[in-house]
C-alpha cells in the first residue's frame, strides 16, 4: 500500500493536478479582494477554498504516510506542512491577521515545481557571499552618508541634516528614486554636487548591484553542475546494470546452447 501510495504520489499527473489546484486557490484568494465579486460568488470562493485546502492537507498526510521520519528531513516537506497547517489556525479575533496569510498557499508552488526549486536552492546557497556584499553595500552607505551630512547638510538640511536624513536620502538614490530632483537641489548651493551623486551611484548601483548578480549566478552554476553530476552517476550506474544484464543473458545463452 504504502509503495502504492508513493507511486501516485510521484506521478507527472499528479502533480500537474497539484499545480492546478494551487493555481486556482491563489486565483480566489486573489477574487476576494474585490468586493463586487465577494457579494456575488462569494460562497463559491469559500468552497473552492476550502476544498484546496483539504486537498493539500490529504496529500501532505499521504507524504508523511510514505516517508515516515523522512518526512521532517526534507526542509520543503517542512514547508509545506507549515503552510497548510497555518490555514487550519483560528482566523478570529486577535488571530484574523492569519486568514491573509492562506496567500501563502501559493508559495507552495516553490516546492512542486522543480525549476522554482532549484532558482531558490540556489539564492540559499548564495546568501554567505550576499551577505558578504550587504556589509560592504551598508559600509559604502555609511561612509557616503556621513560626506554628505558634513558637505551638504547645511544648504539641504530636509535631506541631508542628519545622519539618518542622509542614509534614507543615499538609499533612495541608491535605487534611482527621484535621485535627479535630490542632485539638482543640492546643486543649487553646490555645483559640484553632480561628482558625489555620480561616484555614488556607480559605485552602489552598478557595481554592488554586479556583485549580487555575480553571486546568484555563480551559486545557480554550482547547483546545476551538482544536478549534472548527479544525472551522470545515475546514468553511469544504469548503464553498469545494463552491461552486467547483456553478460548475463549471455551466459545464459552459452549454457543452454552447451546443454
Request: net charge neutral.
Amino acid at each position: 500500500m504504502r509503495e502504492r501510495t508513493a507511486a501516485f504520489l510521484a506521478r507527472e499527473s499528479f502533480q500537474r493536478f497539484i499545480v492546478g489546484v494551487i493555481l486556482l486557490n491563489a486565483a480566489t484568494l486573489g477574487l476576494e479582494t474585490f468586493p463586487a465579486v465577494v457579494s456575488r460568488f462569494g460562497h463559491l470562493l469559500t468552497v473552492v477554498d476550502h476544498i484546496a485546502l483539504y486537498v493539500f492537507a490529504v496529500e501532505l498526510i499521504a507524504k508523511i504516510y510514505v516517508e515516515r521520519s523522512r518526512f521532517v528531513r526534507d526542509p520543503w516537506n517542512v514547508f509545506d506542512a507549515a503552510i497548510v497547517l497555518i490555514a487550519f489556525l483560528p482566523a478570529s479575533g486577535g488571530l484574523s491577521v492569519l486568514r491573509s496569510l492562506r496567500i501563502l498557499r501559493a508559495l507552495r508552488l516553490l516546492s512542486v515545481v522543480p525549476s522554482l526549486r532549484r532558482v531558490v536552492s540556489a539564492l540559499l546557497r548564495a546568501m554567505p557571499g550576499m551577505s558578504s556584499i550587504v556589509v560592504l553595500l551598508g559600509l559604502v552607505l555609511y561612509v557616503a552618508a556621513v560626506m554628505a551630512t558634513k558637505l551638504y547638510g547645511s544648504s539641504a538640511p530636509e535631506r541631508f541634516g542628519s545622519l539618518p536624513t542622509s542614509l534614507f536620502t543615499l538609499y533612495q538614490t541608491m535605487t534611482g528614486d527621484d535621485w535627479g530632483n535630490i542632485a539638482r537641489e543640492v546643486m543649487t548651493s553646490h555645483p559640484s554636487a553632480w561628482v558625489f551623486f555620480t561616484i555614488f551611484i556607480l559605485i552602489c548601483t552598478f557595481v554592488i548591484l554586479n556583485l549580487f548578480m555575480a553571486v546568484v549566478v555563480s551559486a545557480m552554476d554550482e547547483e546545476n553542475a551538482e544536478e549534472r553530476a548527479v544525472l551522470e552517476d545515475t546514468s553511469e550506474h544504469t548503464q553498469l546494470i545494463l552491461d552486467e544484464l547483456t553478460a548475463l543473458r549471455k551466459e545464459v545463452a552459452e549454457l543452454r546452447r552447451l546443454g
